[in-house]
């Protein structure tokens, strides 16, 4: 017996030593050798940078640097590195159809369920990243916390994936954006999980409260879903419960009363433009109110020529006005004509996402701004700008390369060449590379614990 207890103590010791030998393996060091690198933030480009990697992180970033022995090199010396992008506005867990649901979505979450609905996400997911999109603020219509999920599981390391900020359901006055039926409401409880119902302060505290539990990391409401709406009261009081969780609170709006209720309550982004008057783009300018325009291009797969020309101004007078835009799509449906008209193939999700430039062009906002509004004002909406984005030293390692010079040419976004994620490549030269990205096993642990 005291032998085997011998033989135990022993083999604790020698597996001891062999974690803490594991722990101080020094992470591995990656080394970008860059020919010109963007810095969004001032709209100017260093050129001969060299970006040193060690682990998820960035170590270092300047001229001349010296490569350590043994890193691995990346010459991306033919092409322009800048940060990755952020859609700040869409849905990755919803798409809706002209069939079978005749582009109706009341029938889509009728139809497809939260574990559906989820592995689509993760395929928009990736999609989006290879197109250059690292971080995605997802927001609402993901079903039962589809959007949670995807989160959780790029973070563990299952899969390749943008950064999430998932908002959960979001939450409104009974039936949220449904005018359900009596029946629908009071015999089936169909509008849950699509929305929470909050008619009273007690509601819209439990509402915050639970979607933070359940992982959201930003928090959607409903402004004026519905004639009666939020009062300023109401958003002061979301806006505050939300901070107790670390969230930011942004309002879907869609009249001019309602708007107006939002930006009194000082709430921090306002998504979708076209009920805004000029007066309030001041507003928001004044008080660093952001702009998820949701900025729908005229394609020949949606929109009109109409909606697209009021789009255009709103945008235009919100830039002059000197509003903090982000790059935002509301993307949540699909339909046959989404091809690339010259070869027959399909647009992927990023295809489609990076297509509405065509509206900020139209609106003749400069590649400079559009690209602040692609990336800083994007981090910030997101709430990440203290660790995610910048190309700095002590940030996670994401970036992407395109060829050309989006300072002068926006449409060189199109073209992404070379995406890193959390330090890992992701695509490199035009080609996605995910396979160091899957895992059959939560191998990251985000803040040392298992968190959503
Ligand atoms: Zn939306």
Request: hydrophobic content about 40%.
């Amino acid at each position: 017996m005291k032998k085997r207890t011998g033989m135990f103590c022993l083999l604790l010791v020698v597996l001891l030593v062999g974690v803490a030998a594991a722990q101080s393996q020094p992470a591995p060091i990656t080394a970008i050798k860059v020919g010109r690198l963007i810095d969004p933030e001032t709209g100017t480009a260093a050129t001969n940078q060299v970006i040193l990697i060690e682990g998820e992180k960035i170590k270092a970033v300047g001229p001349n640097l010296e490569i350590p022995a043994g890193a691995t090199v990346f010459d991306l010396s033919k092409v322009t590195v800048l940060p990755g992008l952020v859609d700040a506005h869409t849905h990755m867990a919803i798409t809706y159809k002209e069939q079978p649901e005749n582009n109706y979505y009341y029938l889509t979450y009728v139809m497809e369920s939260t574990p559906l609905r989820a592995i689509q996400a993760a395929s928009n997911g990736i999609q989006l990243l290879n197109s250059g999109f690292t971080v995605v603020r997802d927001v609402g219509n993901n079903a039962l916390y589809a959007d949670a999920a995807l989160r959780q599981a790029i973070e563990q390391g299952w899969l390749p994936g943008p950064t999430v900020i998932p908002s959960g359901p979001m939450i409104g006055s009974t039936g949220g954006q449904f005018w359900p039926t009596p029946e629908m409401y009071k015999y089936h409880n169909i509008m849950f999980p699509e929305y929470i119902d909050a008619n009273s302060p007690d509601e819209i505290v439990r509402a915050i409260r639970e979607n933070m539990l359940f992982g959201a990391k930003t928090i959607k409401l409903c402004i004026d879903c519905k004639p009666w709406g939020y009062s300023v009261e109401d958003i002061k009081l979301a806006i505050s419960e939300a901070a107790k969780g670390g969230c930011m609170v942004e309002g879907h709006v869609q009249t001019t009363d309602g708007a107006q209720r939002a930006i009194d309550a000082g709430i921090h982004m306002i998504a979708h433009g076209n009920a805004l008057t000029p007066e309030q783009h001041q507003q928001m300018a004044a008080k660093g109110i952001f702009l998820n325009g949701t900025d729908t291009p005229f394609m020949p797969y949606r929109g009109s020529e109409q909606a697209f020309k009021r789009t255009v101004a709103n945008l235009r007078d919100a830039w002059e006005k000197k509003v903090p835009l982000t790059f935002s799509t509301d993307l949540d449906y699909w339909n046959e004509r989404m091809k690339n008209e010259k070869t027959g193939e399909w647009l992927t999700r990023g295809d489609l996402t990076i297509a509405f430039l065509e509206t900020w062009k139209a609106a003749d906002i400069p590649p400079a701004d559009i690209l602040r509004a692609m990336t800083i004002s994007g981090y910030k909406a997101a709430d990440i700008i203290k660790e995610r984005g910048p190309i700095k030293p002590g940030f996670y390692a994401d970036l992407i390369a395109v060829a050309g010079d989006p300072l002068t040419d926006i449409d060189a976004l199109r073209n992404v060449q070379f995406v890193m994620k959390n330090g890992m490549v992701f695509k490199k030269d035009g080609v996605m590379t995910p396979e160091k990205f899957f895992h059959p096993g939560p191998v990251r642990m985000p803040s040392g614990r298992w968190t959503r």
